[in-house]
């Protein structure tokens, strides 16, 4: 174990507190800013689909990754934020308000979905989220008079203050700004009692409530908080899409933010921004694969499909804690060499956790 | 609407209800056995359906010997994909669980499509004439899926309550650690509900393929079953079989009623439901006293 010496009151609130993590952060925000100076146009706004991604896998970490709320769903969240963005940009209301007005309406339909499944546990949210994902998407494909139905709707562009931001380099610094300010936001909330008590009904419901939690509105508030940012972050998206339909917001992308998350590590910010890097460059890595396979194999439709789901499944079996896991054994095993231990990371198994009377 | 279009739809629904309790009745026992949700059980019933083509037509056996193989051959891959991959991550958090069987689920799908292709087949069964009575007109495949559920719910019953075997199953599945003690081998035990679950997908799979087609999008009809189990309450299997004709009845009635939303009532009705009874209508866990 680490042993932090503090020598002030100020170093309780910090936010990095391991030695070499603020630099490692500094560094990574600095590549970030001069990144415009290194890449093409084309590049940058990948880049900024990326962020977008980034920012709902944020957005998803809360809920799932501290809260312990498996949402299948979240691609719905993102597409309701895409959509009243669009609307509302499309219909003269400027930029900033658009994206506030999809990140709160977003986020009351998910506090709302919180509420009514706050006592469902376990499979009954997946499967609920599941399903209200599906239901919203046909809901958007019927709401034809305002979201253009299956036809798709085009977005228009970007107008900060009146200014056009058209060129990639001023978009993105706009996502990365809010990149940033949502990481800020989310490291800081979960600090706070209201994101310690998640992390608490995430551990244990019933220590949580024996502890005086409400177990209710923390998860009310999870919903609100990872719904909001699902939607800021399809506001963004759909700049970056430039023609929104219901089936973007499908099933497959529920199970890409799933992905993301899970290969990240599952409760750590860092996990959500690895596995938004994995995801997104992982289509570039099958292709560059393809090279390397048989012809019969390179043609298949479903390959991709095939090796997301591979993926899902080697990390949940092999390594749970995901590449935010493995970087934390790495780290320990390079500390304490030669003492490290496997054991270290062994966490206990617990069977047949409900209690059953029939 | 008429009295015999009445009756004509929730005959139509109950023999779609019992196709979505066939594949409910799966996941519920892998339920019931371990705790984990299978949510790639949809495609289980699809590559069972693939599985039963292949050996039907594809090679040419017939149907009954081909439905024979197929449902065999998806029992050992049921059991085998316990024995390999589902055992490794038994006491993992459940969330991680879901998530590992809808990976699976997505591999499955995409295998399937590699292998035989995305378009629509027709599986030729020897049910394919129609019946009239009173008015009405139903397809024999619809009154046999009805018959079949019956039977297989009645040998299921039989199997569980009667054989030794079932006992140890039951018996494993209510205290493994007891179980265990017992000499009871829970390991072998709870693959074999994988089997028999992956067995009961394959028939279903079978009998609604006249009525589905037969294509990698058949695998959405094992997430309609799944409402259907969770309007019912998923851990008991007559709850699970009750609320999916629940479902299968209301859908072509409200498909009927509002068109703009056709094909997701199924949906909506178990949001309906769980909003007003989390646990569904009939539960069976309880939460834990301290």
Redesign the interface.
């Known amino acids: 174990m680490r042993v932090l010496f503090k020598t002030s009151y100020d170093q309780d609130i910090d936010l990095l507190v391991l030695p070499g993590e603020r630099m490692r952060v500094g560094a990574l925000i600095a590549l970030a800013i001069l990144a415009p100076l290194l890449l093409s146009s084309y590049y940058l706004s990948e880049l900024a689909i990326f962020f977008s991604f980034a920012l709902a896998g944020i957005g998803l970490m809360v809920l ?1 990754g501290f809260s ?1 709320q ?1 949402s ?1 769903g979240h691609a719905a969240f993102v597409g309701i934020g895409a959509y009243v963005h669009a609307v509302l940009v499309a219909r003269g209301v400027p930029f900033p308000l658009a994206l506030a007005a999809a990140g709160l309406l977003a986020g009351g339909v998910g506090a709302a979905l919180g509420r ?2 706050s ?2 546990h ?3 949210l ?3 989220t ?3 994902s ?2 919203m998407e ?2 958007i494909g ?1 709401m034809e008079p305002v979201t253009g139905g299956h036809m798709g709707m085009p977005v228009p562009g970007i107008a900060l203050f009146g200014v056009a931001l058209e060129e990639a380099w001023q978009q993105h610094y706009l996502y990365l700004a809010v990149l940033l300010f949502f990481v800020w936001g989310v490291a800081n909330l979960m600090r706070a009692p209201t994101g310690r008590a998640m992390i608490a009904v995430r551990d244990s419901e ?1 220590s949580a409530r ?1 502890l005086g939690i409400d177990v209710r509105s923390a998860k009310m508030t999870a919903f609100f908080v990872s719904a909001l940012i699902a939607g800021v972050a399809g506001g963004l998206l759909a700049h970056q899409l430039q023609y929104l339909s219901p089936e973007t917001f499908g099933v497959g992308m529920s ?1 890409k933010l ?1 992905l993301m998350i ?1 290969v990240g590590g ?1 409760g750590s910010i860092s996990g959500a921004i690895f596995g938004a890097v994995f995801v997104s460059f992982l289509p570039n890595a099958i292709d560059a694969l393809r090279a390397l396979m048989p012809d019969g194999l390179v043609s ?4 991709e ?2 090796i ?3 993926f ?2 080697a990390f ?2 092999f390594e ?1 804690d995901g590449l935010h896991g493995r970087w934390r054994k790495l780290r320990l095993f390079l500390e304490t060499y030669p003492y490290y231990k496997r054991a270290t990371f062994i966490r206990q ?10 | 609407m008429e009295m015999s279009d009445v009756a004509q739809l929730s005959l139509i629904g109950v023999s779609q209800g019992c196709g979505y309790a066939l594949v409910a009745l799966g996941f519920v026992f892998i339920y019931r056995a371990t705790e984990i949700v299978n949510f790639a059980h949809g495609e289980l019933m699809m590559l069972g359906a693939f599985t039963v083509l292949t050996f039907a037509e594809l090679l040419g056996l017939g149907f009954w010997l081909g439905a024979a193989l197929g449902i065999l051959s998806l029992g050992v891959f049921g059991y085998l994909l316990d024995a390999v991959v589902m055992r490794r991550v038994i006491g993992e958090s459940q969330a991680s669980v879901f998530i590992l069987t809808v990976a699976l689920g997505l591999m499955l799908k995409a295998l399937a499509g590699m292998i035989w292709g995305y378009g629509a087949r027709s599986l030729p069964s020897p049910f394919q004439t129609d019946v009239h009575f009173g008015g009405i007109v139903i397809g024999l495949d619809r009154i046999a899926v009805i018959l079949a559920t019956v039977l297989i719910c009645g040998l299921l019953w039989l199997f569980f309550s009667r054989t030794r075997l079932g006992l140890a199953i039951q018996a494993a599945s209510q205290n493994q650690l007891a179980a265990y003690y017992s000499r009871i081998p829970v390991k072998r035990l709870v693959s074999l509900v994988w089997a028999i679950a992956a067995m009961v997908a394959a028939v279903a799979g079978l009998m609604m393929a006249p009525v589905t087609q037969v294509d990698t999008e058949m695998s959405l009809f094992g997430i309609k079953a799944f409402a259907g189990a969770v309007v019912g309450g998923f851990g008991s299997i007559p709850g699970a079989l009750m609320g999916c004709l629940i479902i299968g009845v209301a859908e072509p009635f409200l498909d009927y009623a509002f068109p703009p939303l056709k094909g997701v009532y199924a949906y909506i009705l178990m949001l309906a439901v769980l909003f007003v009874r989390p646990e569904g209508l009939i539960p069976q866990t309880y939460q834990k006293k301290v």
Request: aromatic share 16%.
């Open positions: 799932t312990g498996v299948f009514a499944v006592a469902m376990g499979f009954y997946a499967i609920a599941l399903a209200f599906i239901v046909t809901v019927a019933t024996s199970l799933m899970v599952l298949q439709a479903g390959l499909s095939f997301f789901g591979a899902i499944a949940i079996i749970p198994k617990r069977y047949l956790k409900t209690g059953r009377f029939r």
